[in-house]
C-alpha cells in the first residue's frame, strides 16, 4: 500500500489510466481503480470527487504557471507574444508528465462525456487567462479574444506534439503561433486588398 498521500495519488491516476485505456472510461469504476492502485474506495474519494478528474490532475497546476507567467511577461510584448510564452512554461509541465499526457488526451477524445469536461474546464482556463492579460493592461474584447486564440493554438501544438513526439514541445508551439500570425496577416492582407 503506497505511504504518502502523493504516492497514492501518483498510483490512481496510473491505475485509472491503464484501466481507461483496457476497458474504455464508462466501462471502469472507482472501485476498480483503487483496487488496481492497491487502496481502498474511500482513498480514491480522498484524492478526487469522480472518475473524471483523475484525468484533469494537475488542471489547477497548470492555470496557475499560466497566468504567473502572463503577470511575469516583460512590459511592451503583444498579448499573443505574452501567451506563447505563458504556454512555453504550461509546455514543460506536460513535457515533464508526457508519459500520463498523451494516452490522457486519447482517453478524452474518444470519450464524449470527457471531451465535454475539457471543454468546461478549457474555458475556465482561457476567463483565467483572459483576466491576467487585462491585469496586464490589454482591452476586455481583445483580452477575451487572444486567450481563445491562444488556448486553441496551444491546444493545436500539444496534439501535433503527440503525432509527432520527434520534436519538442516547444518548438511545435514556435511553429503553430508562426502559422497563427502567418494566418492572421494573409487574411488581413486579402481584405485589405479586397476592399
Same mark, same amino acid.
Given at each position: 500500500?503506497?505511504?504518502?498521500?502523493?504516492?497514492?495519488?501518483?498510483?490512481?491516476?496510473?491505475?485509472?489510466?491503464?484501466?481507461?485505456?483496457?476497458?474504455?472510461?464508462?466501462?471502469?469504476?472507482?472501485?476498480?481503480?483503487?483496487?488496481?492502485? /492497491?487502496?481502498? =474506495?474511500?482513498?480514491?474519494?480522498?484524492?478526487?470527487? $469522480?472518475?473524471?478528474?483523475?484525468?484533469?490532475?494537475?488542471?489547477?497546476?497548470?492555470?496557475?504557471? !499560466?497566468?504567473?507567467?502572463?503577470?511575469?511577461?516583460? $512590459?511592451?510584448? *503583444?498579448?499573443?507574444?505574452?501567451? !506563447?510564452?505563458?504556454?512555453? *512554461?504550461?509546455?514543460?509541465? !506536460? =513535457?515533464?508528465?508526457?508519459?500520463?499526457? =498523451?494516452?490522457?488526451? =486519447?482517453?478524452?477524445?474518444?470519450?464524449?462525456?470527457?471531451?465535454?469536461?475539457? !471543454?468546461?474546464?478549457?474555458?475556465?482556463?482561457?476567463?483565467?487567462?483572459? @483576466?491576467?492579460?487585462?491585469?496586464?493592461?490589454?482591452? $476586455?474584447?481583445?483580452?477575451?479574444?487572444?486567450?481563445?486564440?491562444?488556448?486553441?493554438?496551444?491546444? &493545436?501544438?500539444?496534439?501535433?506534439?503527440? /503525432? /509527432?513526439?520527434?520534436?519538442?514541445?516547444?518548438?511545435?508551439?514556435?511553429?503553430?503561433?508562426? @502559422?497563427?500570425?502567418?494566418?492572421?496577416? &494573409?487574411?488581413?492582407?486579402?481584405?485589405?486588398?479586397?476592399?
Amino acid at each position: 500500500m503506497p505511504r504518502s498521500g502523493a504516492e497514492a495519488r501518483r498510483r490512481l491516476r496510473q491505475a485509472a489510466l491503464e484501466l481507461y485505456r483496457e476497458r474504455g472510461f464508462d466501462q471502469t469504476t472507482t472501485a476498480e481503480i483503487a483496487a488496481r492502485a /492497491d487502496v481502498n =474506495e474511500r482513498t480514491f474519494f480522498r484524492h478526487f470527487p $469522480d472518475k473524471r478528474e483523475v484525468l484533469f490532475d494537475g488542471q489547477a497546476d497548470l492555470r496557475d504557471a !499560466l497566468t504567473r507567467a502572463v503577470a511575469e511577461a516583460p $512590459d511592451g510584448l *503583444e498579448p499573443l507574444d505574452v501567451l !506563447l510564452g505563458a504556454f512555453r *512554461e504550461g509546455g514543460r509541465i !506536460l =513535457e515533464e508528465n508526457r508519459p500520463f499526457s =498523451e494516452p490522457r488526451q =486519447e482517453i478524452i477524445a474518444a470519450t464524449p462525456t470527457l471531451r465535454e469536461r475539457e !471543454l468546461a474546464k478549457a474555458a475556465a482556463l482561457t476567463d483565467a487567462l483572459a @483576466d491576467a492579460l487585462r491585469r496586464r493592461g490589454v482591452a $476586455d474584447r481583445l483580452a477575451a479574444l487572444a486567450a481563445q486564440t491562444g488556448w486553441a493554438a496551444f491546444h &493545436h501544438a500539444v496534439q501535433a506534439w503527440i /503525432d /509527432d513526439p520527434s520534436q519538442s514541445l516547444d518548438a511545435h508551439l514556435s511553429q503553430t503561433f508562426a @502559422d497563427l500570425r502567418a494566418l492572421t496577416g &494573409h487574411y488581413v492582407r486579402g481584405s485589405r486588398g479586397a476592399g
